[in-house]
């Protein structure tokens, strides 16, 4: 069955540093996700992408996040300068279409620890 | 705006007992309501989904939940605990337009007792 591919799965780097989250999405689907998760607290939406663009954001994706799909391929979220509130389990999703319900597919996350 | 709740952060059962798992969500639309597992060391995978139609729906390894709007809730059950589902549950609403990002609960932890 096709998955959600998510590299690396560990991630530890200094604070101020550069990191480069790396996803796989089902080759088929369309819109894209990163969620993260801080340890102990709930799954938050980051940002959606379809159409080689940025369709929705939150309050947290400022302007330290970018994402981009260099390639056909891979969907890649770039924190530019990390804080040690980044430090947390980064989540790629991919969804199929726009059709009612259509379920998102998570890939197995990566956890970045900020030091 | 959504919002979902989980009630308890661990629940215990032994194994062979009944699972309930509590969410309860708030939507100024009409919801779609997801249950999603996370085994160790995986990713989140699909229990289940509520669109519309039928408010009992069944998803994999014999879980099931049910939509109640008058009760704004959609509580995750399996008749009869296994070792092997013990993990992490996450309950899960969208809007169904847009691009339909998913806003989780919190998350409860299932543990199986022999």
């Known amino acids: 069955e096709p998955e959600v591919t998510q590299t690396p799965s560990h991630q530890v780097t200094q604070m101020g540093q550069e990191v480069i989250l790396r996803c796989v999405p089902i080759?088929?689907?369309?819109?894209f996700y990163w969620y993260r998760q801080i340890l102990g607290q709930k799954v938050e939406f980051l940002v959606s992408?379809?159409?080689?663009?940025?369709?929705?954001k939150s309050e947290i994706f400022d302007d330290q996040f970018s994402v981009e799909r260099p390639d056909g391929s891979n969907f890649t979220l770039k924190i530019r300068s990390t804080k040690l509130e980044d430090s947390a389990m980064y989540f790629c999703?991919?969804?199929?279409?726009?059709?009612?319900?259509?379920?998102?597919?998570f890939g197995a996350g990566t956890r970045l620890s900020v030091l | 705006a959504q919002s979902v709740t989980q009630l308890g952060s661990h629940v215990s059962v032994s194994e062979g007992a009944l699972v309930l798992l509590r969410c309860n969500y708030s939507?100024?639309?009409?919801?779609?309501l997801f249950w999603y597992v996370q085994y160790p060391n995986q990713g989140l995978q699909l229990l289940l989904k509520?669109?519309?139609?039928?408010?009992l729906v069944k998803g994999i390894n014999g879980f099931e939940a049910e939509f109640k709007k008058s009760e704004t809730s959609f509580h995750l059950t399996k008749p009869s605990a296994h070792m092997s589902d013990a993990a992490e549950y996450f309950c899960?609403?969208?809007?169904?337009?847009?691009?339909?990002?998913?806003?989780f609960g919190t998350g409860t932890r299932l543990l199986v007792s022999p």
């Open positions: 999703a991919s969804r199929k279409e726009g059709g009612a319900g259509n379920i998102q597919y």
């Open positions: 992408f379809y159409n080689n663009e940025i369709s929705e």
């Open positions: 509520y669109t519309t139609g039928a408010t």
């Open positions: 939507s100024s639309v009409p919801p779609y």
């Open positions: 899960a609403v969208s809007a169904g337009t847009g691009f339909q990002k998913l806003v």
């Open positions: 080759s088929n689907h369309l819109y």
